[in-house]
């Protein structure tokens, strides 16, 4: 089955194109969403991307910053995305050389697994400290994430499938 | 990971190291932060790098609503505006009213000695966005500490009260909302003058009177207004309405749930009011309150006494 898609050898990846991803996903979270609960955590996907695709670069100090950053953004418990990052980095280092090896719906799965057990994370720590449970709408936004996945990873590997030297006779 | 890498290739400490090193970093902001609360140095300097951010996030929202009211139609606008001097008309009268009240009031007070009724300060604010949050019912709006918003302010809307502030940064502050599970507000019974605290029902989007027994006098209907013995919200400002009691016999206290009268989950603009009640220090040997109002006008319940 693997030796049947093509391979691509992607150029290294660039810093400015990790940090303008992460730009864009606080950005997208930042949006003002009617229903926050519906709404795939994009911060979370970015990173899962770049933990798996780049476990070198990108990992749990990145992971723990942003959550800081949605933390403060979003007013909640200061520390609450920042412990679910950090974890969700880690989970996703530790897979990141198995899931690669994996088709796209399957490698969606594993990330639909990565969010809801970031979300359940956040769930948590927010029901030890005395809120209410938000009702089970909450599971749709990491299983939206999770079929973002091929999309997202399109995306953001774009950059790395330029060609080196610009052909004029090539399309792409 | 289970390999280890030869030492000649640095790679930092290992990963699990890492987890247990950002893991109990986050654990100890959790506890500061719920506990102490003394976190909110650091919370309001990574607010200000999130700020831009917000800006931009809630800047298309807000081009595409400037858009849509320039191609307004004009038969709406000139309806609005006929509407609009109607009711300026009649508020017109009603200030007026007000006003000869106001000084006729406050020619009585100085005559009885009265400390005069406080100045209300309000500022206009718009909000940004809801909190993103699904556990808190929270809105950030676009004035901070720079604009003189304070923590324990109390926001309105044109009907009544929408929630108070509870946490500012320097340039956008934070609403928690009458409906939020930890929020409660003093009110008083218009048609009785009895006191009573409404607290949050959390997703219901309702409101509560807690511990009032099970034959207090309280009708469906009955109008709540803020009573100011907290000295936090001012005193008469509409909350909610009565719309279900349930007395059940078993139970001491009666359920009492209460429609907000404001538009909670609706409105653009808002404005806080901050008040300057100047109230007597708590006298020494009296009880102390379990919990120092931090601003959040939670207080033991008054003996429930109508006047």
């Not at chain 2, 506990?35 to 976190?39: E, G, H, L, Q, T």
């Given at each position: 089955m693997l030796a049947e898609r093509p391979q691509y050898i992607l150029l290294p990846v660039k810093i400015g194109t990790i940090v303008i991803s992460f730009v864009a996903a606080l950005l997208l979270d930042f949006l003002p969403w009617k229903d926050v609960a519906l709404v795939p955590d994009f911060v979370a996907l970015t990173l899962t991307f770049w933990c798996v695709r780049q476990p070198r670069l990108v990992g749990l100090g990145v992971g723990w910053l942003l959550g800081l950053i949605m933390d403060t953004g979003n007013g909640v418990l200061l520390g609450q995305h920042a412990l679910a990052y950090s974890l969700l980095a880690f989970a996703a280092i530790t897979l990141s050389r198995r899931i690669l090896w994996f088709p796209w719906l399957h490698q969606a799965m594993h990330v639909a697994l990565l969010l809801i057990g970031a979300k359940s994370v956040e769930v948590l720590v927010r029901l030890v400290a005395g809120a209410q449970f938000p009702g089970w709408t909450i599971i749709v936004g990491p299983l939206l994430g999770a079929v973002l996945w091929p999309v997202v990873s399109f995306l953001l590997l774009a950059p790395q499938r330029r060609p080196v030297e610009i052909d004029e006779n090539r399309p792409i | 990971m289970e390999h280890t890498p030869p030492p000649f290739f640095k790679r930092g400490p290992a990963p699990l190291v890492r987890l247990a090193f950002f893991a109990s970093l986050s654990i100890a902001l959790l506890v500061i932060d719920a506990?102490?609360?003394?976190?909110e140095i650091l919370r309001s300097l990574i607010a200000v790098a999130a700020y831009p951010l917000q800006q931009v996030a809630t800047a298309p929202g807000q081009f595409a609503g400037r858009i849509a009211g320039f191609f307004a139609s004009q038969s709406a606008l000139q309806q609005d505006n006929a509407e609009l001097r109607a009711k300026l008309v009649s508020s017109a009268q009603d200030a007026q009213r007000f006003e000869a009240t106001a000084a006729e009031l406050e020619q009585l007070r100085r005559l009885i000695g009265a400390q005069g009724r406080m100045d209300l300060k309000s500022t206009a604010v718009e909000v940004l966005y809801s909190g993103r949050d699904p556990f808190a019912r929270k809105l950030l709006v676009d004035k901070g500490a720079t604009h003189g918003i304070l923590p324990g302010q109390a926001v309105i809307d044109e009907t009544g009260v929408v929630g108070q502030v509870t946490r500012v940064h320097p340039l956008v502050a934070e609403v928690t909302l009458l409906i939020d599970k930890d929020q409660a507000i003093p009110v008083q019974v218009v048609r009785n003058g009895l006191r009573a605290v409404a607290f949050g029902s959390g997703s219901a989007g309702t409101l509560e009177l807690r511990f009032m027994a099970a034959n207090a006098e309280i009708q469906n209907g009955d109008k709540l207004v803020t009573s100011g013995i907290d000295g936090t919200y001012p005193p008469g400002l509409p909350v909610a309405t009565v719309v279900r009691i349930e007395r059940d016999a078993v139970a001491a206290f009666a359920r009492i749930v209460c429609q907000p009268a404001a538009g909670v989950e609706r409105n653009r603009y808002l404005l806080t009011l901050s008040t300057d009640a100047k109230l007597p220090p708590?006298?020494?040997?009296?009880a102390q309150p379990e919990r120092k109002g931090k601003g959040k006008g939670k207080r033991k319940k008054e003996s429930a006494d109508a006047r």
């Open positions: - | 506990r102490f609360k003394y976190a708590y006298p020494e040997d009296a």
